[in-house]
């Protein structure tokens, strides 16, 4: 259990990140991937980007091969779906156990702070009620029902 209440198997979470060849971990409030690639060679780093999110493993394959073209198609790939905040992958340990498959720390947390300024965004358009409709906005809803004497 982390912080917002989601049950989380975190012990799992951070089994799988240490294990896979490349994690992708998306966040469908925010439309965004962090990927991370753990794969490197003698010239070549791993990688850690967002990315908008993929409709499936195969349109994700196709831009990791495009992004890393130097590299063969990974052996195995996690892919861990986020629908907490931002925020939640730092309290939660998920981001220290992200951060020891890295060469790169100062991309990542590049990569973090892109990711609560999308968060942020997305809660202030949440409040405005940009790209969302409210319940009692809907045509009819919050109406009585004909006879109701509310």
Request: with cysteine; charged share 30%; glycine share 6%.
């Amino acid at each position: 259990m982390i912080d917002d209440g989601a049950d989380l198997d975190l012990r799992a979470v951070c089994q799988n990140i240490a294990e896979a060849e490349v994690i992708t971990v998306y966040f469908p409030l925010i439309g965004r991937t962090l990927l991370v690639d753990g794969r490197r060679t003698a010239d070549v780093p791993t990688m850690v980007r967002v990315v908008p999110m993929a409709r499936d493993t195969g349109e994700r394959l196709r831009s990791l091969r495009r992004l890393r073209p130097m590299l063969p198609r990974p052996e195995s790939i996690t892919m861990i779906p986020w629908r907490m905040r931002v925020a939640s992958v730092v309290s939660s340990g998920v981001w220290g156990c992200l951060l020891r498959r890295l060469d790169d720390h100062p991309a990542a947390e590049a990569c973090l702070t892109e990711l609560r300024r999308l968060d942020r965004a997305e809660r202030v358009d949440a409040i405005l009620g940009r790209r969302y409709e409210a319940l009692w906005a809907r045509s009819g809803a919050g109406k009585p029902a004909e006879g109701d004497d509310r």
